[in-house]
């Protein structure tokens, strides 16, 4: 590994945080359900067989485990990431989980005192593209355009990260991350940051 690649891989140690399961500021009632947001573009995480309705994943067991504990009946809303966010702003859901942690966020909503999970976040490009070059990062990632979801802190700790290394790029923020991979997949944007859970096949890691 040269140099170049181990001060890269040190910078995006710095994009870790835990992520968890939000609460905005509500009074629950125990004859009512607690609406949550479930999560229809992280398939790993919570997803539901469209033949039999059965759901799975880390962030449903995670759930069903609190309401063992808690007695709570849930309400699943469904939709993409940033959709459910809008929702638990407005107050319209009562629980959403991964959410990665900030001070501002913890003055709007509550984070438990343990973290969910953590998370990686990575820049990545289409395995076939041969324009950004890990070797000459600094240059080829120049007036590149890179897809973030909306509403996410990745798009802060990536925009730190290019000021720190000088690379001047365009953040294209994506309310749906379907319509961002899609527009990675067809040469619209050059890359995407995610983290590598949500990673496609196709997609190879430029700074890990």
Not at 39 to 58: A, E, R
Request: net charge negative.
């Amino acid at each position: 590994m040269n140099r170049l690649f181990s001060r890269l891989k040190q910078a995006a140690i710095s994009f870790l945080l835990f992520s968890a399961v939000t609460f905005p500021f509500f009074s629950a009632d125990n004859n009512n359900k607690l609406k949550v947001g479930f999560l229809t573009d992280m398939p790993y995480f919570m997803n539901k067989d469209p033949d039999n309705g059965y759901m799975y994943g880390y962030g449903y067991d995670y759930l069903q485990m609190i309401a063992n504990y808690t007695g709570w009946e849930y309400e699943y809303i469904y939709g993409e990431w940033y959709y459910l966010w809008s929702l638990l702003l407005n107050g319209e859901i009562d629980i959403l989980e991964d959410v990665s942690y900030s001070p501002e966020r913890a003055s709007a909503m509550l984070f438990p005192e343990t973290p969910m999970g953590y998370e990686t976040y990575r820049l990545y490009v289409l395995k076939n593209n041969s324009d950004i070059n890990i070797e000459k990062i600094s240059q080829t990632l120049q007036n590149k355009k890179v897809g973030i979801t909306a509403g996410t802190i990745q798009i802060d700790l990536f925009k730190n990260w290019l000021n720190k290394h000088k690379i001047n790029c365009e953040i294209i923020p994506f309310i749906s991350d379907f319509d961002r991979n899609e527009k990675l997949a067809n040469g619209t944007i050059d890359a995407v940051v995610e983290m590598e859970a949500s990673a496609l096949k196709d997609w190879e890691p430029i700074i890990e």
